[in-house]
């Protein structure tokens, strides 16, 4: 049946990593802050140590930069550890998981063509679901990418059809 | 030397749009590239445009053969943001559609990977016992797929005290008829050596490709929703968890043959304890917040994550689907195999790509394989082991 809540993990949080903020929503779900700089030493300590299973991650874009949250989880416990961290407009850059973590390597691919943000280290950084003709620096899941390119029209595939 | 065989765009098996460049030495598989994106619909961002009542018609769309998945897991993330749980029938009408959604569509699965090894016998026969499940869903609905039961807060629709005896009935009969067909399939020589031994993905793979369902299940790795975070009437009933440590295809078969067994065991339980009451809550308003969901779907977890500001339509809606991870794990899984068993290996993880993917027309002068050869090939090996075994 149900297992018990973790709360050693959270603990151990706490002291390796000072700076993380941990808000629990519910029973198994907890949101915790941390700077960009931590999210990469974050993510293999839950992997490797705490033998958390990466879900997804999502990328969201808000007002004062966009959101990247890593959805780890907690099976024994059924917990869902998001990590999230704020990457500022002006310098879209984070360490990519990729290397370590074969899981991270599509969904990063994703939030880069959707959103823009430049996942440093990723052995392929490529377009994973837009047309290959689609322009490289237009992300679609943008804010503001609705209003500057309502008239925008993709070139079709010069191959023949 | 190497060569490289074009399989796609769309999924020779399946019929749906993916792209597998097989790099191959004379028969066996060294490599393998996926490409996806061929019918991208964009439902996260359609989503951001919809009220929190319409996204549960729209992400129902998503899939057609688990479209109960989707929305159970989107609700469940609502439910989550606004703090609400749903009264005990809805959460028990909710359990009883989802697993009976299990079985009708592990039965697709096993249908269709008979008709890949030539066992047409097999897909027949499975599928004609699928069907009747198709009817029970259109008689508590009115629709044999789309059902639209899932609601913020509860269920749209009660399953009527009439309807009980029906739905035991066919359990009956399908409890009888699973224990044959999982019988007749394992104890078969020639389909064992057809599965056993076949596109291993070992349990350390399994982890860090973050594989789910019965393809993690099948290698050994014990991940389900179902057990792990247990949600609606999930944790009020007796069932097992099915692993099995082999990680081949056989394996996987396995997994999804006895898990029917096991929905079999939790739709009655529902039915015999099913509570009296009010089948939705009302929910006013979803406050600021964020929301996770997440549903053990019949190819692994289905995970929903909603952001919300108090507004009518959720701010970011994120959906993964289990066949997003599941995918990536074929480059390992099919590695060292022949072709033969590329297109079974494929198929083994139950890919679902109405998930993710527009057209392209692959035209390289190269030798692409159709849909057709794959079968063939894979027709022509099984009848070589018939004929061994016959002798």
Same mark, same amino acid.
Request: some cysteine.
């Given at each position: ?161 | ?5 074009? *399989? ?33 619909? &964009? ?7 919809? %009220? ?101 807060? &509860?269920?749209?629709?009660? *399953? ?21 067909? %999982? ?7 020639? *389909? ?30 014990? %991940? ?26 056989? /394996? ?28 939705? %809550? ?17 190819? &692994? ?34 590695? &060292?195999?022949? *072709?033969?068993?590329? /297109? ?48």
């Amino acid at each position: 049946m149900k297992k018990e809540y973790s709360k050693e993990i959270l603990d151990e949080i706490g002291a390796k990593f000072p700076q993380a903020s941990v808000k629990i929503h519910a029973p198994r779900r907890t949101y915790i802050r941390v700077p960009r700089d931590d999210v990469y030493g974050f993510a293999k300590f839950l992997f490797e140590e705490k033998e958390c299973r990466l879900s997804i991650a999502t990328g969201i874009d808000k007002r004062d930069g966009m959101e990247i949250i890593y959805h780890f989880s907690h099976d024994p416990s059924g917990t869902y550890y998001s990590i999230k961290t704020l990457v500022p407009k002006d310098d879209l850059k984070i360490k990519s998981l990729a290397d370590f973590l074969p899981a991270a390597n599509w969904i990063e691919r994703e939030i880069h063509e959707l959103l823009g943000i430049d996942f440093v280290g990723h052995p392929n950084l490529i377009p994973l679901l837009t047309a290959e003709t689609w322009p490289g620096d237009l992300h679609p899941l943008r804010r503001d990418y609705a209003d500057e390119h309502k008239d925008l029209k993709v070139e079709k595939s010069t191959e023949e059809r | 030397m190497k060569r490289i065989v074009p *399989i796609g765009p769309y999924h020779p098996l399946q019929e749906e749009p993916e792209f597998f460049k097989l790099i191959v030495e004379g028969e066996k598989v060294v490599d393998l590239e996926i490409n996806i994106g061929y019918n991208h619909r &964009g439902h996260e961002f359609v989503a951001q445009k919809m %009220t929190w009542d319409q996204v549960t018609f729209l992400v129902e769309r998503i899939c057609g053969i688990c479209s109960d998945s989707h929305p159970y897991a989107y609700v469940l993330a609502v439910e989550d943001a606004a703090h609400v749980t749903a009264p005990p029938r809805a959460q028990y009408i909710r359990t009883i559609i989802g697993e009976l959604e299990r079985i009708h569509s592990h039965y697709l699965w096993v249908g269709l990977a008979g008709h890949f090894i030539g066992y047409n016998t097999v897909w027949m026969w499975v599928w004609r016992y699928r069907e009747p499940l198709l009817d029970i869903f259109e008689l508590i609905m009115g629709n044999r797929n789309h059902y639209a039961i899932n609601k913020v807060g &509860g269920a749209r629709r009660d *399953i009527l005290p009439e309807h009980y005896s029906k739905i035991e009935k066919y359990l009956d009969l399908l409890e009888e008829k699973n224990t044959m067909f %999982t019988k007749a399939v394992l104890d078969d020589p020639v *389909i064992r050596a057809r599965l056993e031994g076949v596109g291993i993905l070992s349990k350390e793979d399994a982890v860090a490709y973050g594989v789910l369902g019965p393809t993690a299940r099948g290698s050994g790795y014990a %991940t389900d929703v179902r057990k792990d975070d247990p949600y609606d009437a999930y944790d009020k009933v007796d069932w097992n968890e099915i692993v099995f440590d082999e990680g081949d295809v056989l /394996a996987k078969a396995k997994v999804r043959l006895l898990e029917c067994s096991e929905s079999i065991k939790i739709v009655r339980q529902c039915l015999r304890n099913m509570p009296d009451g009010p089948i939705e %809550t009302r929910v006013d308003e979803i406050p600021p917040g964020e929301g996770i969901g997440r549903h053990e779907a019949p190819r &692994g977890e289905v995970f929903h994550y909603v952001r919300s500001d108090g507004s009518n339509m959720p701010v970011r809606h994120k959906i993964r689907a289990p066949s997003f991870m599941n995918i990536p794990s074929n480059v390992v899984a099919v590695r &060292g195999y022949s *072709i033969a068993d590329a /297109a079974l290996v494929l198929a083994a993880v139950d890919p679902c790509y109405c998930c993710t993917e527009r057209t392209v027309v692959l035209r390289n002068g190269k030798r692409e394989l159709t849909g057709k050869d794959m079968l063939r090939l894979s027709w022509r090996k099984t009848e070589r082991l018939r004929r061994r075994y016959r002798r």
